[in-house]
């Protein structure tokens, strides 16, 4: 049981340059989130997608976008990369419900020279 | 916006040492996560609480549950070299989404 797979695990982009980080689950979790991890900062959510065919903004959304493939996958767009975009990268899943915990990938460790 | 603060930042213990640390929220919660983080890696769930003043332990781990609901503390006691890494908790109000802490990084020196 794979859990929350994250890809890929580094990565190294040019600013403006775009580029899409995959994520997908087999628990048959309903929700699915994003956050970003910076030195002191705590995780930070992106967006989140509470069931399939819904998306939202979390508490730091600007220079992203989500796609809800399926049930299984979630995944994070950067269209135009900056350099304040260099983060570890987070996705986590869970059953939606508000007493249930949230389980995560393993991330993806960006830079953005 | 809600926000979750989390002292200290960082602690630095000798083996064999206790362990606190806290977590204070603006708002009133319905209840609080703790996940721990090994250096390296993904944060991994360790409790939930959801009543005021709970308490609960895992083994030399001890999770509190303000009355009010608005902080909650985790106590280890005599910290191992396995208790490194960073320590969040999360919270939550009503439906909404966890506001994770900014948690404490523990070291325990041999």
């Known amino acids: 049981n794979a859990g929350v797979t994250q890809t890929p695990k580094f990565q190294v982009l040019k600013t403006g340059q775009s580029m899409t980080l995959q994520c997908a689950q087999d628990?048959?979790?309903?929700?699915m989130y994003w956050y970003r991890q910076d030195p002191g900062m705590g995780l930070r959510l992106i967006y989140y997608s509470a069931s399939e065919g819904t998306t939202d903004k979390g508490e730091v959304p600007n220079g992203y976008n989500v796609s809800r493939l399926n049930k299984r996958e979630f995944s994070l767009r950067l269209e135009s990369a900056a350099p304040s975009q260099t983060s570890v990268y987070f996705c986590?899943?869970?059953?939606?419900?508000?007493?249930?915990?949230?389980?995560f990938g393993d991330g993806t460790r960006l830079s953005i020279l | 916006g809600q926000q979750v603060m989390q002292i200290p930042q960082y602690q630095h213990v000798q083996e064999g040492e206790d362990f606190t640390t806290y977590c204070n929220s603006s708002t009133t919660l319905s209840n609080i996560q703790w996940y721990k983080q090994r250096p390296g890696g993904h944060p991994v769930f360790l409790i939930q609480?959801?009543?005021?003043?709970e308490v609960k332990k895992q083994k030399r781990l001890t999770f509190q549950f303000g009355e009010a609901k608005k902080n909650s503390s985790l106590h280890i006691t005599a910290t191992q070299t396995t208790d490194v890494g960073t320590y969040f908790c999360a919270g939550r109000t009503g439906a909404n989404n966890l506001f994770f802490g900014t948690g404490t990084r523990l070291t325990v020196i041999p």
């Open positions: 628990m048959n979790h309903n929700s």
């Open positions: 609480l959801v009543k005021s003043g």
């Open positions: 986590a899943s869970s059953t939606g419900q508000s007493n249930q915990p949230q389980h």
